[in-house]
């Protein structure tokens, strides 16, 4: 099919979507979960093909964790969509109603946006965690994964398209771009006609290949440099605890730890069991030149490396001396993603939380909480590094903006 025919099929899909009761809705999406469930062995096999062509590909082992789907992974996906299902729908929701001087009844409502379009890499729960999302909020989707995943999403698409035709509602609800080149994906973010806004979720050169080549609006979702602080009246063990899980639980998502930053005052005593913990784990550390004096296997760290999204067994580590060196540092190098200190002094906590300019600021938890699952949303779209509109994991109400409704009784302006 071709794309500017999917377009026109989502807009018109969007103009019945919204008028989809919430019982329906939720309907489709138990209905998904459980065909999720029962077709576990139909995606891992699609999702195998993918994975022998990535390993083919030479694709990093933390890419290949990424890609894969187990059945746990589909089940723990089946529990996001449902969870979805179980949330309040924002749709419709009045948020505001005024009378004005002259008796008009002047509200706001919540709606949907429309179409959205996923530009998406190779991570194929998005494609469940984007429709799921895009559908309850009344909105179509068209989704664009990466080559990498095709066989999984195509895979997942048609459990969607069939769970929607079982339930009586339009499969065109949802599409899925088969033809993965750069120049579809190119015409697809200059479609204006019909899709509302893109949203990108991957790689630093996805997002901004994106943001550069669009004409539809974007949300830009953002790459993660996510900096832990270890401030000077950190507990030790805490600190360990909280950067192995960080650094070192999954290394190719966004919200892994990729810089560490420890006060000079507590170094002596927790750098020790930091090199400890990554020469176990086998995470190459790059460090300034403070951080080198204690152990002469850290390599010198440049500009580029505390920059840096690594998305593998590789940490940049900065030591200061104050915590207001470590808040320049961090808000120079950071992406906006998501940034913890451990500490116990409490005015330092609130500096921290106060001064950080990032999307998701920690005390005292690892930055691999920033989740639209763990944050309660039930799943979410994405992670948004900007400031307008939505910030942060993106869940049900970043896919809906506002329309104006008035009550009058006859009113003219005079």
Known sequence: MELEQMGALAKEASRKLVKLSKPIKNACLLSIASNLVEEADMIIEANQKDLDNGKLNNMPQAMLDRLSLTRKRIEAIAEGVR??????????????????????????????????????????????????????????????????????????????????????????????????????????????????????????????????????????????????????????????????????????????????????????KVMPAILELFKENECEIRGDDLAQAFDEKILPATEEDFAQEFLDKIISVKIVDSITEAIAHINHYSTGHSEAIVTSNYENAQRFLNEIDSAAVYVNASTRFTDGFEFGFGAEIGISTQKLHARGPMGLEALTTNKYIIYGNGQVRP
């Open 83 to 268: 969870q979805v299902a179980a949330l309040e729908d924002p749709v419709g929701e009045v948020v505001s109603m005024k009378e004005r001087p002259n008796g008009l009844l002047i509200g706001s409502k919540r709606v949907p946006l429309g179409v959205i379009g996923m530009i998406y890499e190779s991570r194929p729960n998005v494609t469940i965690d984007a429709f799921s999302l895009c559908f309850k909020t009344g909105n179509a989707v068209i989704l664009r994964g990466g080559s990498d995943a095709i066989h999984s999403n195509i895979a997942l698409v048609d459990i969607i398209k069939t769970s929607l035709i079982e339930n009586h509602v339009t499969p065109n609800a949802v599409f899925l771009l088969e033809d993965t080149s750069r120049e579809t994906a190119t015409k697809m973010m200059q479609m204006n006609e019909y899709i509302d806004v893109l949203i990108p979720r991957g790689g630093a050169g996805l997002i901004q290949s994106v943001v550069k080549n669009a004409t539809v609006p974007v949300i830009e979702t953002g790459t993660g440099n996510c900096h832990v602080y270890i401030d000077e009246s950190a507990d030790v063990d805490m600190a360990v605890s909280i950067v192995k899980n960080a650094k070192l639980q999954r290394l190719g998502v966004c919200n892994a730890c990729e810089s560490l930053v420890v006060h000079s005052g507590i170094a002596s």
